[in-house]
């Protein structure tokens, strides 16, 4: 799950350059017809309001997600909303009860070897676990790791600054091998642009076009690369569970380790943009 540092005047020729305008639309038509390095997809997140239902619903509750997380995912306003041309997700403490959102495409958009762009300003605060991520939407049939699993962008507040990206594989999970890294010290000051590039024989990831890790297995099988099928977006932040917990603040032998001072942890998307390869 889950060199250094971004010239960060790149990134507005960066934005223009891929920019489709606020009507961007895309027909399906022929896959014959799709060039490498098209627009395929994109959520602009323009408006107010609720997510776009026709790209993005919902996990919703607080059963832990095979972390150990504490927070409980809704799909209220005061967790998931967009607002001045961004997607928001907010996670709140109330009494004691953290909650906050999951979005995702599943059943809604599906992808297979593409580059996914998403920029993006992340939550501060330890005891935060934000991710931009992918799921094979397979994995309802043969479950996970077996499905595959691609972090674009994962970032856990007690390591401020890190940004961590991997592939989980059924023959590297849970204490991942294939993961990577890079410094991004104003993570939840300024935006950046959190892309993987994923074709039939590599996945690489890159912060505002600085490439930091790739994987390309020697030998492509079921064990290592379950990546020839569609796979969905996931956006969301978790709070503690076995990554995201900071042992200081941690009780009762639970992974709760969430800076008691930490009330709210917000994450920005400005937009996510899929093209084809």
């Known amino acids: ?93 109330e009494d004691g009860q953290w909650t906050s959102a999951r979005i995702k495409t599943q059943n809604k958009q599906t992808f297979t070897h593409v580059t996914v762009k998403a920029r993006a300003k992340l939550p501060d ?7 931009i991520w992918m799921l094979g939407d397979n994995f309802p049939e043969v479950g996970w790791p077996e499905c595959g699993e691609i972090d674009i962008m994962e970032h856990v507040g007690k390591d401020p600054g890190v940004v961590h990206s991997a592939l989980h594989t059924p023959s590297s999970y849970g204490n991942t091998q294939n993961t990577g890294e890079i410094e991004v010290p ?19 990831f890159k912060v505002d076009g600085e490439l930091f890790y790739s994987y390309e297995p020697t030998e492509q099988n079921a064990r290592t690369w379950p990546y020839d099928h569609p796979f969905f977006l996931i956006v969301n932040i978790a709070m503690g569970g076995n990554w995201g917990s900071d042992p200081q603040y941690e009780s009762d032998g639970k992974k709760n380790g969430i800076d008691p001072a930490l009330e709210r942890a917000r994450m920005e998307v400005d937009y996510i943009r899929v093209y084809a390869n």
Request: proline letters at 3%; one cysteine or more; hydrophobic letters at 30%.
């Open 186 to 204: 104003d993570f939840d000051e300024a935006f950046h642009v959190y892309e993987t590039e994923w074709t039939s024989e590599r996945i690489s």
């Open 125 to 131: 605060g330890s005891g935060t676990w934000p991710a």
């Open 1 to 93: 799950m889950k060199l250094i540092l971004f010239v960060i005047l790149v990134l507005p020729f960066t934005y223009c350059k891929d920019d489709p305008g606020s009507s961007f639309s895309y027909d399906n038509g022929d896959d014959d017809t799709t060039k490498a390095g098209e627009l395929i997809w994109s959520d602009e997140f323009n408006g107010q309001g609720a997510p776009n239902t026709n790209n993005w619903t919902y996990d919703l509750g607080d059963n832990g997600w095979g972390n150990n997380e504490v927070q409980l995912y809704t799909s209220d306003r005061k967790n998931v909303r967009i607002e001045d041309g961004k997607l928001v997700i907010e996670a709140v403490k």
